[in-house]
């Protein structure tokens, strides 16, 4: 076992969370069932919001491979989740052509309107916000990613707010 997960209990996982993970292994060859790890991980992240190490040793025992290897993966992409993150997960990219095109600016701006910081999470649990590298849209800057799945583009001022309070609205605390 791993340094980084001495001591870690494996989570357990729900039936329906191992089919999950049982279509995910079975698109590849059964030598080569860790290369459905990402996938995996995505379907922890999107049961329970983000990966922990319990998540990571019990992903590790199921696929055959290091609790280690497992956290490789979950640290270098910045689409899981290492710690509890807000209903709303905003990434604005801080890219060089973004910056350029008030990436930046975009960043401060919600930082003002939901009083926190780059990578806090809002007393309410609602929002956390975090910069990320390229979305690949740099000409539709300033451009920023809602939970990993869609993409904002030209977010000026009044489109973030029109955003935010959108998604307060949906959540009843607008």
């Not at 780059?118 to 920023?144: H, I, N, W």
Request: proline share 3%.
């Amino acid at each position: 076992m791993s340094s980084h997960n001495k001591g870690v209990q494996a989570q357990s996982f729900s039936e329906a969370t191992l089919a999950r993970f049982a279509r995910e292994v079975a698109k590849y060859p059964a030598e080569q069932k860790q290369s459905a790890v990402m996938a995996i991980l995505s379907i922890v992240q999107q049961e329970q919001g983000w990966v922990s190490p319990e998540a990571e040793q019990g992903i590790a025992d199921y696929l055959g491979m290091a609790a280690m290897a497992v956290h490789e993966v979950t640290t270098f992409y910045n689409m899981y989740n290492q710690q509890p993150v807000g209903k709303y997960k905003l990434n604005v990219c801080t890219n060089l052509p973004c910056v350029l095109r008030d990436g930046q600016k975009a960043l401060a701006h919600l930082e003002q309107k939901l009083g926190i910081k780059m990578g806090m999470t809002t007393a309410d649990g609602l929002f956390t916000l975090q910069q990320t590298e390229c979305l690949g849209a740099c000409a539709d800057s300033p451009v920023m990613l809602v939970n990993d799945r869609h993409m904002c583009s030209f977010m000026n001022n009044s489109r973030l707010d029109q955003l935010i309070d959108e998604l307060r609205a949906a959540e009843g605390k607008a």
